[in-house]
Each structure stands twice: as C-alpha cells, then as structure tokens.
C-alpha cells in the first residue's frame, strides 16, 4: 500500500503562503506586458508553421 502523502507543518505552510504572495505581489508590481491582439498575431505564425516568427516584446501597458 502506498505511503500517505507528507503532512506540512506550520512552519512550512507559512513558509510556502509567504513564497505564494511575494510572487503574486511581484508579478502585480510588474506592469509590462504584451496586448492580446500582438499574441494572438504571433500565435497564429506559429500555429500555421512559421517557428521563427519573433514573439512580440512585453512592453509597458
């Protein structure tokens, strides 16, 4: 029978809930990004068969 999956402790729950939020308030801070339209033109290349089609740069929004 398998072993049961390891049980975090206080200390590791903390530590991962402080991990979580410093990367979502990193990610809040960061105000580039790339406009849905430039993706989606990019994605389309790609699908139709165009792999060196340069991805669009993240830019401030």
């Known amino acids: 029978m398998a072993e ?5 402790d206080v200390n590791e729950i903390e ?12 990610a809040r801070a960061d105000q580039r990004g790339v406009p849905h339209a430039e993706m989606r033109d990019w994605l389309l290349k790609v699908a139709s068969g165009d792999f060196k089609a340069e991805p669009p740069k993240a ?3």
């Open 4 to 8: 049961p999956a390891h049980k975090l």
């Open 15 to 26: 530590a991962e809930t402080k991990a979580l939020a410093e990367a979502v308030a990193s």
């Open 59 to 61: 830019k401030p929004l």
